[in-house]
């Protein structure tokens, strides 16, 4: 099926399918080489790009819908999305520049067609090692880029104001649940563990005090083995201690960087 004859199908039958009124969108927030990036799209016959988004089938979760439209919108699969927030403003969607982005593609929406109306949807985010997947361009997109967050400019809609409130509770998680499992090699260093929080809370922060608060936690392992190539005082390799951090994540850690 073209993209024209699956938006024409959409637009005439799809408030059968679909859930009118309710979408989800994805923030899905790579991590590589200390750098914190988001994947976003470049929608067909649009100027701004977007986040991963679709609307909910009457048949599932919105949590099955989070996972359905991320695959079919990039081609991942089996990343766990986290739910943070529903973004309800009556003001987010313009029906009237809805009507005008289907009639630049040649479609013809009717006002009251359930496509230009409003719609509240929901946002999930997820935090990946970011060369463990590869995106795929859908029928609906014409680019997907893994952009840096400090460059990311002016996106669809209110798909800004989803971004950096998942930001916001990404680094909020920090606060009660440890990260790095995945993110980091087997064997890390702890300087190497401080920069990945330093790039995901975007500050500095003391490594004294950020080595005291990680041992508190007692979910490391370390190993005899130091870095090589380093000169003076090579740090030690450590690594996640398994159980330890999974208790970590079950039970949260309660403290703020």
């Not at 799209?41 to 989070?66: C, D, I, M, S, Y």
């Not at 996972?67 to 999305?81: H, N, P, Q, Y």
């Not at 060369?131 to 795929?136: C, I, Q, Y």
């Not at 499992?181 to 922060?205: A, S, V």
Request: glycine residues 4%.
């Amino acid at each position: 099926m073209s993209l024209r004859e699956e938006w024409k199908d959409i637009i005439a039958e799809g408030d059968k399918k679909y859930l009118p009124h309710l979408s989800v969108d994805c923030v899905l927030f790579g991590f590589h080489d200390n750098q914190l990036k988001v994947l976003l799209l470049k929608p067909k016959q649009r100027l701004q790009w977007a986040l991963p988004g679709g609307f909910v089938l009457k048949n599932e979760t919105v949590e099955q819908a989070a996972s359905r439209v991320l695959f079919e919108r990039t081609g991942i699969a089996d990343i766990f999305l986290k739910q943070f927030n529903v973004f309800s403003d009556p003001e987010r969607i313009d029906p009237d520049f809805t009507l005008k982005e289907f009639d630049h593609i040649g479609l013809q929406v009717a006002k009251g067609n359930w496509l230009a109306q409003r719609f509240i949807t929901i946002g999930f985010y997820a935090l990946i090692e970011l060369t463990t997947v590869e995106p795929l361009v859908d029928l609906l997109s014409d680019e997907d880029k893994w952009w840096d967050i400090k460059d990311v400019n002016r996106l669809i809609l209110d798909h800004n104001e989803i971004l950096e409130m998942a930001l916001e509770t990404l680094r909020g998680q920090l606060n009660y649940q440890p990260i790095g499992y995945r993110l980091l090699p087997e064997k890390f260093t702890f300087p190497e563990l401080t920069k990945l929080y330093e790039t995901i809370l975007n500050k500095k922060l003391d490594s004294r005090n950020f080595h005291r608060k990680i041992d508190s936690f007692d979910i490391l392992i370390q190993h005899k083995e130091k870095k090589p190539g380093v000169r003076h005082r090579a740090p030690y390799y450590y690594s996640f201690d398994p159980v330890k951090y999974q208790k970590a994540l079950d039970n949260g850690m309660n403290d703020k960087w």
